[in-house]
């Protein structure tokens, strides 16, 4: 059966968790709201919030450019805190998705998936690996903590639509979604333009260890 809660599903259920005060507390004393096991579809480009444009812009283009190094991401401008808290003292992280899907270093993913695609449209081997084995080893090298937050991407196309499968280890439902759906949103409409296939519309799948909203979010459940 086809998983059909929406984005307003997962508010209900965030809400309803709130209401009870059922929470997590990180290892920061804070409390969170966790939905383990998420698995809703994308059907809007935030849950909570607005996009900021002007950041995913800069963010699309910094993975584009597929360096490693935060400060590359804002030049000549504070580096989000969130990146901060990732990088290690240099500004170096591991998550620049665009290296890992698009680099010869971690084996062209993004056009082994045309490819495939492209040679065998009812293929279920479409899928982009983000993390690795070794991220074990190399979260935490020289003060880093990043490790990879989405785990793997998969693309099946079925009756003229392509579907996209995210499948995350964690994500911020407020600020990490918003940007992780304009980067998944922006590859598979790639795919779609390049593809030479009669391709009618993209579904974005979104599937989730942890799908967690920070206590200094609260506000937006009751706004």
């Not at 492209?118 to 081997?125: K, Q």
């Amino acid at each position: 059966m086809i998983n059909t809660y929406t984005t307003a599903d997962i508010k209900n259920m965030f809400l309803a968790k709130h209401m009870i005060e059922d929470y997590v507390i990180d290892k920061t004393g804070a409390k969170t709201i966790e939905l383990i096991g998420a698995n809703f579809i994308a059907d809007a480009p935030a849950i909570y919030g607005t996009p900021n444009v002007e950041y995913i812009k800069a963010e699309l283009a910094w993975y584009e450019s597929q360096s490693t190094n935060v400060k590359d991401l804002y030049p000549g401008r504070d580096v989000p805190q969130a990146w901060q808290y990732t990088a290690d003292a240099h500004g170096n992280i591991n998550s620049n998705y665009g290296k890992l899907i698009y680099s010869t270093e971690f084996h062209n993913q993004f056009l082994n998936v045309f490819a495939e695609l492209s040679a065998n449209p009812d293929s279920r081997r479409a899928t982009m690996v983000y993390t690795r084995p070794s991220i074990w080893n190399e979260y935490n090298t020289n003060g880093k903590s990043d490790f990879i937050c989405t785990n793997a991407v998969g693309y099946l196309i079925r009756n003229g639509v392509l579907h996209v499968t995210v499948q995350m280890r964690s994500n911020d439902i407020v600020f990490g979604y918003k940007n992780d759906y304009a980067w998944q949103l922006y590859v598979a409409e790639q795919l779609k333009q390049h593809l030479a296939l009669p391709l009618t519309d993209i579904k974005i799948h979104w599937q989730v260890q942890s799908l967690h909203m920070y206590e200094r979010h609260f506000n937006l459940l009751t706004s």
